[in-house]
């Protein structure tokens, strides 16, 4: 993912976060962070830390939307999502957000600073690459079985990776909440898999086999 600073220095970095009147803020563990934004507005930045954006059904169920790090971005001009009471951004560790006003972004007084325009083209990248990503995860979501989704994801992690041997960039658990099914059916189907060929799996390595 495209660093939002990119080819920005430091010096000019302090400037946008004072010409956008950026605010820091340290968040412990397992807080939900929803609440500390201007949910229609606000671009969040992870200086450091990390954080998942989950969504909760009316039964309770958890969906993983995005696991976020470092450098990542978020807000509701990227994730819609944001704009729901389902939502809930919860770190996963003591992280540290600034939170930027998008109105502050569109002031046309610095739009011919050559940092300001880098910048804005940053944002565009991020948000056209963010895109693609929510349309990978919908042709996986729309699948109807759980088979389907795995060998889905599987699919896409081997094109991005640029092998049949992948690895999983996170736990099985997070895994089950990314596809949005149950973890302990999402085992047993992924020890059909492997007994019937298409997969060999020990942990997060998996080697396809289709």
Do not use: H, W
Not at 52 to 69: F, P, R, S, W
Not at 151 to 179: C, D, N, W
Request: glycine share 4%.
């Amino acid at each position: 993912m495209k660093n939002l600073f990119e080819n920005i220095s430091l010096k000019n970095k302090e400037k946008l976060f004072k010409i956008f009147r950026a605010s820091t803020v340290k968040f412990t563990k397992g807080l939900n962070i929803i609440d500390y934004m201007d949910r229609t507005n606000s671009i969040g930045i992870i200086d450091s830390g990390s954080i998942d954006i989950i969504q909760t059904d009316y039964d309770g169920n958890e969906t993983l939307i995005d696991e976020l790090i470092t450098n990542d971005i978020f807000g509701s001009t990227i994730y819609s999502i944001v704009l729901s009471d389902e939502c809930s951004i919860v770190t996963k560790e003591n992280t540290i957000v600034t939170f930027i006003d998008y109105r502050e972004i569109e002031n046309a007084e610095f739009i011919k600073s050559d940092f300001y325009i880098t910048f804005v083209q940053n944002l565009l990248t991020i948000i056209f690459e963010q895109m693609s990503l929510k349309n990978k995860r919908i042709d996986i979501l729309t699948k109807k079985t759980i088979r389907n989704k795995l060998l889905t994801y599987f699919k896409q992690l081997s094109k991005e990776q640029g092998s049949k041997s992948i690895t999983l960039p996170f736990s099985l658990s997070t895994l089950a909440r990314y596809i949005s099914v149950d973890r302990s059916a999402m085992i047993r189907e992924l020890k059909y898999l492997k007994e019937e060929g298409m997969i060999d799996q020990k942990t997060k390595k998996i080697r396809l086999y289709y």
